[in-house]
């Protein structure tokens, strides 16, 4: 006589194995792989012998966290939980990363003591990342946005010697 509960169990285990393997699978080609798109992903992915859906992909790009952000050609690419913070994506791209600055500034302004940096949409926080990463004994920090960086000086910081400070960084 057929165990209906030891056969789903059994198929279940199939399937989270599956699932498993799949997962592995996607953190090893995202991480590998210059990957801009879902479609191109579930093409490398049904190459690999895994039959999914674009919804399934979705969910499972979700589930492990796996975001999409801008590269340095101009862009946009998937990368693990782990690569993509602003520091993390920077060192990374270690010899690329005059050229994502460069490519992602837009202007400076002022507005009394502080700095107002515009970026291409997605660069900013990058950018900040970099800023204080460089660490000016003149900027006390600063805030990113999507597109804008609120730059904050320290104390009795004229515009001039600022403006020189960003200039080591960005391209003024």
């Known amino acids: 006589m057929y165990n209906f509960a030891a056969g789903f169990c059994i198929f279940i285990q199939k399937k989270m194995k599956n699932k498993a393997n799949r997962m ?38 979700k589930q492990l966290k796996i975001a999409k952000m801008p590269d340095y050609e101009g862009g946009y690419i998937y990368v ?15 010899s690329q990363d005059v050229h994502f600055i460069q ?6 302004a002022f507005c009394g003591h502080f700095a107002v940096i515009k970026t291409k949409p997605a660069y900013a926080g990058g950018i900040a990342a970099e800023i204080d990463k460089k660490g000016s004994k003149l900027i006390l920090g600063t805030i990113a946005g999507d597109d804008t960086i609120l730059v904050i000086p320290k ?11 960003l200039s080591e960084i960005i391209p003024l």
């Open 155 to 165: 104390e009795k910081t004229d515009r001039q010697s600022l403006m020189q400070a």
């Open 24 to 61: 592995k699978s996607i953190r090893k080609i995202v991480h590998e792989t210059r990957i801009s798109s879902q479609e191109e992903l579930l093409k490398l992915l049904t190459e690999e012998g895994f039959s999914l859906t674009q919804a399934t992909l979705s969910r499972d790009l």
């Open 80 to 94: 693990l939980p782990e690569e993509s913070s602003p520091l993390s994506r920077t060192v990374r791209m270690k």
């Open 103 to 108: 490519s992602g500034f837009e202007s400076l």
